[in-house]
């Protein structure tokens, strides 16, 4: 299985799904991350930490920020998906405080629309199952909780790397909100450490696709 992890910075799939991208990794999935916006350092810490994670494919674009580009990103998001062609998309959610996060999401779901239209490319691709992922506020009612007990280590090692990061909110905030988070859905989840998802519901048919029709 294919899985692509999309966010708008370096860090934010340590801080979203770090322990689920490492659990896919370590069970044989072949997971890409991309991140949409990057700076110098930051570039450097996010390989890093997705090398923490095990992650095959880690791809970071050079934009400077998200929202102001949304256009130029979504075209190079949509070419992202037709070579990687993911059967699972995990990104931010679509009401997240952070303005590049909200932007983020759109172009997720503007690519996947427009990735599977046949009219527009040889080989069109469509998704399966998009999900989002708690990074700056908390799901209310999450759809799924992922057990990531085994794999909380290698996630806090991976957002250590974000050296440039760590100060903001003062000392070991990253570290203490993240942890106690997945503590938090590790009760609900009965188990030690857990992460939150919701699943968004995608078209599967449309006369631009290649599949026309289903059954119920």
């Known amino acids: 299985m294919k899985l692509a992890f999309v966010f ?3 860090d934010d799939e340590a801080l979203s799904s770090g322990g689920t991208i490492a659990k896919y990794t370590t069970l044989g999935h072949e997971v890409s991350t991309l991140c949409l916006s990057s700076d110098s350092v930051r570039k450097e810490e996010y390989f890093n930490a997705t090398k923490i ?11 400077p920020n998200v ?6 990103i979504t075209k190079d998001f949509i070419d992202y998906l037709l070579n990687f062609r993911p059967e699972i998309v995990v990104t931010h959610l679509e009401n997240d405080y952070h303005i590049d996060h ?3 999401y759109s172009i997720v779901l503007e690519g996947i629309e427009w990735a599977a239209h046949e009219t527009q490319h040889k080989n069109p691709h469509l998704v399966n199952k998009l999900y989002v992922v708690e990074t700056t506020i908390l799901i209310p009612n ?11 280590d290698q996630k806090e090692e991976a957002i250590k ?19 106690n988070r997945t503590q938090m859905r590790g009760a609900q989840a009965s188990t030690k450490h857990a992460e939150a998802f919701l699943k968004v519901s995608l078209k599967q048919n449309s006369p631009f696709y290649e599949k026309k029709h289903s059954e119920l």
């Open 8 to 10: 708008a910075h370096p």
């Open 53 to 63: 994670l095990g992650v095959q494919k880690p791809i970071i674009f050079d934009y």
């Open 67 to 72: 929202e102001s580009k949304k256009q130029e």
């Open 102 to 104: 909200r932007a983020t």
């Open 142 to 152: 999450p759809h799924i909780l992922v057990d990531i007990s085994d794999y909380y």
């Open 161 to 179: 790397c974000y050296k440039s990061q760590l100060s903001k909110g003062g000392d070991n905030f990253y570290i203490n909100f993240h942890k």
